[in-house]
């Protein structure tokens, strides 16, 4: 599976936008990239998903590079129930599709 | 969005027993679940993909033997911790899709804390 690439943690004050980066260089055409959230003691959030185009949701929007080699996620508003982890994610096709590999993800946290 | 539902949400057991964590997705069929496990401030690292009818698909590292996984209806897949360790305490996760290609919803977990 390819590998992306995020950092530790990030902070934001609430009401402000968030930023969230990920790098994925070794993307392939037919990767899907997917961002999940997981917060404290719970199952994983779907939160947005994406192939070459920028995607917008009542959740979120996701920004691709037009090479795919990045991308980044932007809560536009951020509250205190954003604080999170965020997990960028590439869903491949083949024998794969379907699976999402975890990464280590991004602590977000958000200070009133 | 669609919904998936895990039983126990906790359970604490004696070394040596057996342990059985129900996922359902409850406003959708899955031909597909997908089993992850969780350790403390670590990411989820996936087990074993679920089938509907057939047999599980196990991830490198995973011994099929103790960790057995029953799919046996479209809205149904069980994970049974056999002779359970206290290093098999974890937190335990199911997800299911309503298609493939498709986001997946998660259920919300299963601690299970071995003695």
């Known amino acids: 599976d390819a590998k992306t690439t995020q950092p530790n943690s990030m902070e934001s004050n609430e009401e402000e936008p968030v930023h969230l980066p990920c790098n994925h260089s070794t993307i392939s055409g037919t990767d899907y990239i997917h961002w999940y959230r997981q917060l404290p003691s719970q199952g994983p959030e779907y939160v947005i998903h994406g192939l070459t185009s920028n995607v917008n949701n009542r959740m979120a929007s996701l920004a691709i590079a037009e090479d795919r080699k990045s991308s980044t996620l932007i809560l536009h508003r951020a509250t205190l129930r954003d604080a999170a982890v965020y997990y960028c994610?590439?869903?491949?096709?083949?024998?794969?599709?379907?699976?999402?590999?975890f990464g280590q993800g991004t602590i977000l946290t958000v200070h009133p | 969005g669609a919904v998936v539902s895990q039983h126990p949400s906790r359970v604490i057991c004696k070394s040596g027993t057996s342990v059985k964590i129900e996922c359902r997705s409850l406003d959708f069929q899955a031909t597909t679940m997908f089993w992850y496990r969780q350790f403390p401030k670590q990411s989820l690292m996936l087990m074993a993909t679920?089938?509907?009818?057939?047999?599980?698909?196990?991830e490198q590292g995973v011994e099929k033997d103790k960790f057995l996984i029953n799919h046996a209806s479209l809205t149904l897949s069980t994970l049974t911790v056999t002779s359970a360790h206290p290093e098999d305490s974890s937190f335990y996760i199911c997800?299911?899709?309503?298609?493939?290609?498709?986001?997946?919803?998660f259920g919300p977990g299963t601690r299970l804390t071995v003695l």
């Open positions: 679920s089938n509907e009818g057939s047999k599980a698909t196990y």
């Open positions: 997800s299911a899709s309503p298609g493939m290609g498709n986001e997946q919803f």
């Open positions: 994610i590439l869903r491949g096709g083949g024998t794969s599709y379907g699976k999402l590999t």
